[in-house]
Nanobody
Framework: QVQLVEAGGGLVQTGGSLRLSCAAS????????MGWFRQAPGKEREFVAG????????DYSDSARGRFTISRDNAKKSVYLQMNGLKPEDTAVYFC????????????????RGQGTQVTVSS
């Protein structure tokens, strides 16, 4: 059974930065794409960023592109999300998830997800 545990969330002021990490245990990590998603209260789940199995391909939502950077370290079975220039609208629970494919596809391909870490951006 694969477990994903996020860390790095917190309270930050507008314009600040946070680096989220997601550590995987159990199962295979390096052959699958990974993604970061977020969900704010009263809003639908939203794709934030994804990275292919080898890290060669990344994808971002329009709101994340240019401010966030996703990366992974297969040796450490970890994926990261560097978030810069944070805005109040970025406030949400962020969770990482593992696709059952080597490339980034749709949420239908998500097999495992973590519990999430809260990110709060104050204005």
């Amino acid at each position: 059974q694969v477990q994903l545990v996020e860390a790095g969330g917190g309270l930050v002021q507008t314009g600040g930065s946070l680096r989220l990490s997601c550590a995987a245990s159990g199962g295979t990590f390096y052959t699958y794409a990974m993604g970061w998603f977020r969900q704010a209260p009263g809003k639908e789940r939203e794709f934030v960023a994804g990275i292919s199995w080898a890290g060669r391909t990344t994808d971002y939502s329009d709101s994340a592109r240019g401010r966030f950077t996703i990366s992974r370290d297969n040796a450490k079975k970890s994926v990261y999300l560097q978030m810069n220039g944070l805005k109040p609208e970025d406030t949400a629970v962020y969770f990482c998830a593992r696709y059952n494919t080597p490339t980034i596809t749709s949420y239908d391909a998500i097999v495992y997800r973590g519990q999430g870490t809260q990110v709060t951006v104050s204005s």
